[in-house]
């Protein structure tokens, strides 16, 4: 069964940086694409990055393009989110799921995840 624990979330402060992890299990992770999506108080769920299980090519969605870096070690079965200049926007849950694929603009899959972890960007 496949399985995604996030660690990471906090509290920081806008312009800030945070790391965030995802731990994969039930399947190896260099099998499939694994990618993050987040969901904000009263908001939709965005889906904004995706990392392919081939080549690591890397795909962002237009809102953290820049500043969010997505990356893999699949020998620890791990996929990390490096967050730089966080802005009071980036305030949400953020999961990991897998798989992921993008359709033109649109990341697709990541239809099931772990209990997510919240990150809380405010001053």
């Known amino acids: 069964q496949v399985h995604f624990v996030e660690s990471g979330g906090g509290l920081v402060q806008p312009g800030g940086s945070l790391r965030l992890s995802c731990a994969a299990s039930?399947?190896?992770?260099?099998?499939?694409?694994i990618g993050w999506f987040r969901q904000a108080p009263g908001k939709e769920r965005e889906k904004f990055s995706c990392?392919?299980?081939?080549?690591?090519?890397?795909f962002y969605a237009d809102s953290v393009k820049g500043r969010f870096t997505i990356s893999r070690d699949n020998a620890k079965n791990a996929v990390y989110l490096e967050m730089n200049s966080l802005e009071p926007e980036d305030t949400a849950v953020y999961y990991c799921?897998?798989?992921?694929?993008?359709?033109?603009?649109?990341?697709?899959?990541?239809?099931?995840w772990g209990k997510g972890t919240l990150v809380t960007v405010s001053s």
């Open positions: 990392i392919s299980s081939r080549d690591g090519s890397t």
């Open positions: 039930g399947f190896s992770a260099d099998s499939i694409a």
């Open positions: 799921s897998g798989p992921c694929w993008v359709a033109g603009r649109e990341f697709m899959g990541m239809d099931s």
